[in-house]
Nanobody, 123 residues
Framework: QVPLVESGGDSVQSGASLRLACTVS????????TGWFRQVPGNDREGVAT???????NYEDSVKGRFTISRDIAKNTLSLQMNSLKPEDTAMYYC?????????????????WGQGTQVTVSS
């Protein structure tokens, strides 16, 4: 098991920015495919962005150019910088890790999950 703890969720106005962080305990964040997913009640968990162990990133189309995924190897954390937030970005955001080297933006490929952090964007 890879313990993951998210933080940084908040309620903001449309157009604002937020930075989510995910602390990885006991395992190097560099060793895993890691990513961010989001979910609203009644919907499936949706992939937002992933980053491979060698640093290659991938984004869901609706967040390209607005969100940036990154890692801080020294602090063993994963981050998601979210700019130009829209009401449709409102969701519970989850940090995830996978033992796969690379994978599509699908929750089924990720076996380790945090508890989530809520992001609410009002118009």
């Amino acid at each position: 098991q890879v313990p993951l703890v998210e933080s940084g969720g908040d309620s903001v106005q449309s157009g604002a920015s937020l930075r989510l962080a995910c602390t990885v305990s006991g395992h190097s964040v560099r060793k895993y495919l890691t990513g961010w997913f989001r979910q609203v009640p009644g919907n499936d968990r949706e992939g937002v962005a992933t980053i491979t162990s060698d640093g290659t990133d991938n984004y869901e189309d609706s967040v390209k150019g607005r969100f940036t995924i990154s890692r801080d190897i020294a602090k063993n954390t994963l981050s998601l910088q979210m700019n130009s937030l829209k009401p449709e970005d409102t969701a519970m955001y989850y940090c995830a890790a996978s033992s796969f080297g690379t994978a599509p933006l699908k929750a089924s490929f990720f076996g380790h999950w945090g508890q989530g952090t809520q992001v609410t964007v009002s118009s």
